[in-house]
């Protein structure tokens, strides 16, 4: 197979559809975050500790489902905690994100080896979320793309447009909005800035933590160290360049992940698997680079 039908072919892009699932399930939750103004640099480590809690509640309660209620519970209270430190404590965000991240590495592993004695869990009894038939014709351009995904795929943008629908069409997405562009103005009409941070920050733990329970338990059960992998700094990414918009950061996720799945299946073709491994970073200092020498000439012409 050329490089050209590598990156047009099925098995790409339905890796692509599959691995901007995590992507998407966080940018549905960090955009409120973002859109509010929040610095929040711990993503890494939301995920991180929410994949290990959702592998845990599987291996407990024999249920993939349960498990991924165990991710989002994880998600909620370190984002809970990360708000502790960040608006009643005012740490700085920058360090405070620093430390959360390099903790959820260093904590999960120890956490893995106390509770299944190894670094890297597999071949556990625990369930995994398996996907669903859908009725298309089998080997078909579609099914070879969108076939046999799971639930957490398919619910991945739709929760994004979810969450645009709410950023942009209800009251509380308003304010979300004004607490980001003007605190100030904010407070004097009425709107909580408080309030709304922790509702924003915990709304991001929440949909992060559905993102790692995504990394441990989609189609198969495990969990290893630093498993997440950079995808919380992705998200990041993808919300700063949309600059919050739900509907934008989904794009721009998706194309930080079919260069995730180039990476994947040009390895294939003997390509330096470091040179692989560095496209969906390049992918990310492409894209900003391109919004900033946009904004730069939006400036110079204001």
Known sequence: MSFLEVLVSVVTLNAAF????????????????????????????????????ALW?????????????????AGLIFSVLYGFFIFTLNGNGLITGVGFNLS??????????????????TNIDAAAFQG???????????????GNQTILVWSAPVLVLISHWVMY???????????????????TAGVSVAKHNWICM??????????GAFVSLNSLAMFTENMVAGRGFLIL???????????????????FAYAQACGLTLTGLGIQGQLVEML???????????????????????
């Open 202 to 211: 915990m709304i991001s733990g929440v949909f992060t933590g559905l993102a």
């Open 18 to 53: 599959r691995m901007a699932a995590p992507l998407l399930l966080g940018i549905a939750g960090f955009s409120f975050s973002n859109k509010a103004g929040i610095l929040n640099l711990a993503l890494e480590s939301f995920m991180t500790f929410s994949a290990f809690a």
């Open 280 to 302: 969906p970073y390049i992918a990310v200092l492409l894209v900003m680079l391109t919004v900033n020498v946009k904004n730069v000439k939006r400036a110079g012409e204001l």
């Open 57 to 73: 509640g599987s291996w407990m309660f024999h249920n993939a489902g349960v498990g991924a209620l165990c991710g989002i519970l």
């Open 104 to 121: 959820a590495w260093g904590l999960t592993t120890m956490l893995a080896v106390a509770v299944f004695g190894t670094r890297s869990v």
């Open 132 to 146: 669903i038939a859908l009725p298309l014709k089998d080997g078909s351009f579609l099914d070879s793309v969108f």
């Open 169 to 187: 069409k209800t009251k509380f997405g308003l304010r979300v909005r004004m607490v980001g562009l003007n605190p100030s103005a904010a407070e």
């Open 237 to 255: 990414a993808s919300a700063m360049v949309a600059n919050g918009n739900p509907l934008a950061g989904m794009l721009t996720a998706l194309l």
